[in-house]
């Protein structure tokens, strides 16, 4: 699903993010990406999303080479892979239903066909029942999981993950993990980035270790 070969990033500032990185990621593989802040953590990911582009190296996504992708073809790439942030990213002006809805509306689904997808996504993150809340009246935890529901709306076979429980209590964020464990039980592919090594330990789950923008450890903690 994922693979790096030799990646460098190099920003204008002179910034070496990422020196020679190269793993790979199969296919229903469920992953943990850790290091110091700084490490190249979230510049791993936003390679993977096109964000950015590699200096030198290759990145692949499911078979394509993202240094040869053109402009053109971004949007639908990024349509591929879900991604879930540290601070929701939620539009408080619109309901929780809306929120969801709009990565659907981008990709130009039918009203129907959105409805269907968007209840089918809270209901999976137990959320059906709040689908015309406003994101703000609801729970850290709950605004998390709106966030998931959008980044699961679309099925797509990829799952980013950038410190989805930063900002919760170990009970909440064990609950989210166990979403994390559900869509990857289907066939998802994830990659979590996070810093709480406790929960990185207990999930015993593969272990990609960065630091100063290299590989230095691969395998459980």
């Known amino acids: 699903m994922i693979k790096f070969s030799q990646v460098n990033k190099r920003y204008p500032n002179g910034q070496e993010a990422l020196s020679g990185l190269s793993f790979d990621i199969a296919d229903g593989e469920m992953v943990f990406l850790t290091g110091r802040s700084g490490a190249g953590k979230s510049t791993l990911m936003k390679?993977?999303?096109l964000m950015e582009r590699a200096t030198s190296g290759q990145v692949f996504v499911d078979g394509q080479n993202l240094n040869r992708m053109p402009g053109r073809s971004v949007p639908f790439h990024r349509r591929q892979v879900g991604v879930v942030f540290q601070d929701h990213q939620l539009l408080f002006d619109r309901s929780v239903y809306e929120n969801v809805a709009l990565p659907l509306q981008i990709a130009g689904f039918q009203l129907k066909e959105i409805g269907r997808k968007v209840r089918a996504a809270l209901d999976k993150v137990?959320?059906?029942g709040k689908e015309k809340h406003n994101p703000i009246a609801l729970s850290g935890g709950e605004?998390?999981?709106?966030?998931?529901?959008?980044?699961v709306v679309n099925k797509p076979p990829l799952l980013l993950a950038d410190e989805p429980t930063g900002n919760l209590d170990p009970e909440l964020s064990a609950e989210i993990m166990q979403l994390f464990q559900q869509f990857n039980a289907v066939g998802v592919t994830i990659l979590i980035a996070s810093h709480d090594l406790s929960i990185v330990k207990r999930m015993q789950q593969r272990v990609l270790g960065l630091a100063g923008?290299?590989?230095v450890h691969d395998g459980l903690l």
Do not use: E, N
Not at 143 to 151: E, M
């Open 126 to 128: 137990g959320l059906l």
């Open 143 to 151: 605004q998390q999981r709106v966030g998931i529901a959008r980044a």
């Open 47 to 49: 390679l993977i999303m």
């Open 213 to 215: 923008g290299q590989l």
